[in-house]
């Protein structure tokens, strides 16, 4: 990010990361958050003018952004496409409000990827299996795909790197573990006595220091 420039996070949340670009692009710049979820909106701004930011955040969705086609010089968005319905029209929009020149970078995380450890090997397959599948997300392999929906909104990608994210247990448990598992029992993929016996492991495994979740993540940076 260069100062003076228009810079939008889509799915910014909290507004950590808008900050962030708030003191990248300087006093002369702009830098805006993008989030449907008016909650995580009221955060993100009260955070920031607590922080004395001069961040700002609209309320809106990537399928139809507010913005002027060619208004803005830098799109960041992380860990969205895998919730999306229709992330080929997400990524059209990100092409049309970008300007000549300007730089897009997606990240996102790859399901099939996903490890766990410890527990019965049935019961790790189908909870593996159920990470990659629609059950989980809408787009649970999003972050292979990242480069092919770039390009095939006329982009040109420039970079691409994977990296393997580790999973601390009580965020990966509560952030969609413990309902994963539900949803297995309620399909009959394993049994109830199979979860708890399987989350009891994994409680185990963590006060002795052996827990293991882990998946890659994909980032792709393009331009237009």
């Keep these: 990010m260069c100062p003076g420039q228009r810079a939008v996070e889509v799915g910014s949340g909290t507004g950590s990361s808008v900050q962030r670009l708030a003191t990248a692009v300087g006093p002369d710049g702009e830098a805006i958050g993008l989030d449907a979820n008016e909650g995580l909106l009221a955060v993100a701004e009260d955070r920031a003018r607590r922080a004395g930011s ?3 955040f609209v309320h809106g969705d990537v399928h139809a952004a507010p913005f002027a086609d060619g208004s803005v010089d830098a799109v960041l968005c992380e860990r969205v496409f ?3 319905d229709r992330p080929e029209h997400a990524v059209a929009e990100i092409a049309r409000v970008l300007r000549p020149g300007g730089r897009v ?3 996102d995380s790859d399901w099939s990827s996903a490890t ?3 527990g019965d090997p049935e019961v790790l397959r189908t909870m593996e299996s ?3 599948g629609s059950l989980h997300n809408r787009e649970p392999l999003a ?3 990242l480069r092919s929906w770039l390009a095939g909104a006329g982009l040109t990608v420039t970079g691409h790197e994977a990296r393997t994210l580790f999973l601390p247990y009580d965020m990966f448990l509560n952030a969609g573990l413990l309902a994963l598992t539900d949803l297995a029992v309620a399909h009959g993929e394993i049994t109830a006595e199979q979860r708890q016996q399987f989350l009891a492991g994994l409680a ?4 002795r220091g052996e827990f293991h979740a882990s998946v890659t993540m ?3 940076v393009a331009h237009r």
Aim: charged share 20%; no cysteine; hydrophobic share 60%.
């Design 54 to 56: 001069a961040a700002r």
């Design 82 to 84: 895998q919730f999306l």
């Design 105 to 107: 970078v997606l990240i």
């Design 116 to 118: 766990l450890y410890p």
């Design 130 to 132: 159920m990470l990659a």
């Design 143 to 145: 972050g292979r795909k």
């Design 204 to 207: 185990d495994a963590q006060r």
């Design 218 to 220: 994909f980032a792709a």
